[in-house]
């Protein structure tokens, strides 16, 4: 007999949104009967750890949350604070625990099947979603896609990533605060460009430091990790340490857009989707957000699903902010000391978080080098 390759959902891509919207899917009550996940890879390595700030008392993925804080830190030239984040919390979940508990938990439902293979092309017809593999064609009513990113970007537009290098280290010494992650540290030298430290302490021996860039392109792993060694020795003060673990990665921080060449029966989600925050690189929280949309859409039975979007006024101010760094009017960590230094700590976690209001947006504005934000403003909306 023919196999059906014919399913309600398909979910393109298994790392943190294809994961995060089956494992919603799992728990909303949506009816369906098959929906299949595909991934190139087995999803077996710690490859990156994921941190985000809520207010929420419960969170999904709360059942694997490696560590959470109710303090953070930020240090810059002439100021240095250890915020009270209450009634936020600073949350890290490891990748290796995510994709763990949500394949274990995926599998004991026969309504998942799982493929592990490339996916060369996604297309929409009439009345499917058609994903191709070098040996099988697929259909589905709809394919959550975030395999594939496609990034338009114009001209004019500021195309940023955040760049980073992480050490998971271990020190003889207990160096570490425990309770207080590093949140930004802007020691380390500028270069004209935009460069901190975060350090996330796992005890008062471990912590993951991660030299960190905002700019158009990444540095040299020797960069890296001279920057890493300066920070540990020099700043930290550290006789010796051990590396345990290295992550490094990209981020998107771009006024582009993320296309869909695909139709309108394949849904881009995750940094495909457009859910990595443009101003800061932060996602995590922001896939959740969105995948609770998609859910809703789905609960409601949309017959003409419709791609869930951020507000405008937040996508108005990252550009802004983009424009800022990228014009180097004023040095990048004069903005974040700012940020930091001016404003209500809970405020600002709402703002970056797209949770605030106009009123409390305007405070924030009001609190950063006004003349060239002024000049970005008019260069970007007029
Ligand atoms: C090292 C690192 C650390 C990060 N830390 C944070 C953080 O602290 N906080 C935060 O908010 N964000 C963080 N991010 C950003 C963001 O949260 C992650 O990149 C997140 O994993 C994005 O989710 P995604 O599902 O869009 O992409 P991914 O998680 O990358 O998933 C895409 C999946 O598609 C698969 N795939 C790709 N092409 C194909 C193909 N042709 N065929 C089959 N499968 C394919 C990949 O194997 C992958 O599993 C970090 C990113 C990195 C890289």
Redesign the pocket.
């Known amino acids: 007999m023919k196999e059906d390759l014919t399913y309600e959902y398909i979910i393109?891509?298994?790392?943190?949104?294809?994961l995060s919207l089956a494992m919603q899917l799992k728990e909303s009550g949506v009816a369906f009967n098959r929906v299949l996940l595909?991934?190139?890879?087995l999803?077996n390595k710690n490859?990156?750890?994921?941190?985000?700030w809520t207010k929420k008392k419960t969170n999904w993925f709360d059942a694997i949350v490696f560590k959470k804080w109710r303090h953070f830190s930020f240090k810059s030239d002439g100021f240095e604070k250890r915020f009270d984040l209450e009634p936020y919390a600073y949350v890290m979940v490891r990748g290796l625990d995510f994709y763990e508990y949500c394949l274990t938990e995926l599998k004991k439902d026969a309504r998942f099947e799982f493929i592990t293979d490339?996916?060369l092309a996604l297309k929409s017809e009439s009345e499917w979603a058609v994903l191709n593999t070098s040996t099988q064609s697929y259909k589905a009513q709809y394919v959550f896609n975030?395999?594939?990113r496609k990034l338009s970007v114009k001209k004019n537009q500021v195309n940023y990533v955040q760049h980073f290098k992480g050490w998971l280290i271990e020190s003889p010494e207990p160096v570490f605060d425990e309770a207080c992650p590093v949140f930004m540290d802007f020691s380390p030298e500028q270069q004209n460009d935009c460069r901190f430290v975060y350090v996330i302490p796992f005890s008062k021996t471990i912590a993951l430091v991660e030299y960190t860039g905002f700019s158009n392109r990444a540095i040299s792993t020797t960069a890296y990790n001279e920057a890493l060694d300066t920070y540990l020795t020099s700043n930290l003060k550290l006789a010796s340490y051990k590396l345990l673990e290295s992550?490094?990665?990209e981020?998107p921080m771009t006024e582009g857009d993320f296309t869909n060449p695909y139709g309108d029966r394949v849904i881009n989600i995750?940094?495909?989707g457009g859910?990595?925050k443009p101003s800061t690189?932060?996602?995590?929280?922001f896939?959740q957000k969105h995948t609770e949309a998609i859910i809703q859409q789905l609960k409601n039975g949309s017959k003409q699903f419709k791609m869930p979007v951020r507000e405008k006024r937040f996508l108005i101010y990252d550009k802004i902010l983009l424009d800022v760094l990228n014009k180097k009017t004023v040095p990048a960590k004069k903005v974040f000391t700012a940020l930091f230094q001016k404003n209500d700590l809970q405020h600002l976690l709402a703002f970056l978080n797209e949770e605030s209001n106009i009123k409390q947006d305007l405070k924030i504005m009001r609190s950063v080098p006004i003349g060239a934000f002024a000049a970005s403003a008019i260069r970007k909306l007029i």
């Open positions: 393109a891509g298994m790392g943190c949104a294809g595909l991934d190139k890879d999803k490859d990156r750890t994921w941190c985000f490339e996916i975030s395999a594939f992550e490094q990665g981020i995750g940094t495909a859910n990595s690189g932060y996602t995590f929280y896939i």
